[in-house]
């Protein structure tokens, strides 16, 4: 069965930093492309970014292009995202997928969520 | 900026047949963007319904159907069941490793 398990959203101030992780079972990580997709409260699902199996192909939306990084280490079968200089609007549940395949990012089965509050 | 559109609301009957659609704001929708549908209810995470315009997700009921309906990608829900009360939202690869979620359409069953 897969499992993923995203940590590391919490309450930061405006302009702070986070690294969220997803935590992969169930499954060959290494084999599959990721992704992060996130949901304001109260709002409809936004896809954020994704990385294919290799790690060597990245790719961001423009919110949030130049500001977050994806990233994995397939030795511990985990998915990262680096999110810096953190505006209000960043205020979201981040969703971990899998994707469909090695290259097919495209979102697949689904983690929980860590939940990212930015205020002050 | 690609912008993918869903119906706001959407309401069916118990038993009933109901279409939910989604487009482009400039242009049409095809099998080469890979339309796929999630379904939510409030307070859970995402579920694949469908990918790639009509292939199921495994355990998702044949009351489930993907298409292209002229310009959109359709699912379509065959005999909705108080179950099906959810939100339902499709995505679009619009090239570049790029994908773009429509806006959710909110199901009601009544």
């Known amino acids: 069965e897969v499992q993923l398990l995203e940590s590391g959203g919490g309450l930061v101030q405006p302009g702070g930093s986070l690294r969220l992780s997803c935590a992969a079972s169930g499954f060959t990580f290494s084999s599959f492309g990721m992704s992060w997709v996130r949901q304001a409260p109260g709002k409809g699902l936004e896809w954020v970014s994704a990385?294919?199996?290799?790690?060597?192909?990245?790719h961001y939306a423009d919110s949030v292009k130049g500001r977050f990084t994806i990233s994995r280490d397939s030795s511990k079968n985990t998915l990262y995202l680096q999110v810096n200089s953190l505006r209000g609007e960043d205020t979201a549940v981040y969703y971990c997928a899998r994707g469909m395949t090695t290259s097919d990012t495209r979102p697949d089965s689904w983690g929980q969520g860590t939940l990212v509050i930015v205020s002050s | 900026q690609t912008v993918v559109t869903q119906e706001p609301s959407f309401s069916v009957s118990p038993g009933g047949t109901v279409t939910l659609t989604c487009g482009l704001s400039s242009g049409s929708v095809s099998t080469d963007y890979y339309p796929s549908w999630y379904q939510q209810t409030p307070g859970q995470a995402p579920r694949t319904l469908m990918s790639?315009?009509?292939i199921r997700s495994s355990g998702v009921p044949d009351r489930f159907s993907g298409s292209i309906l002229g310009n959109r990608a359709a699912l379509t829900i065959t005999g909705a069941q108080a179950d099906d009360e959810s939100d339902y939202y499709c995505i679009l690869y619009v090239g570049s490793g790029i994908w773009v979620f429509g806006g959710g359409t909110k199901l009601t069953v009544l």
């Open positions: 990385i294919r199996a290799g790690g060597s192909s990245t």
């Open positions: 790639s315009t009509s």
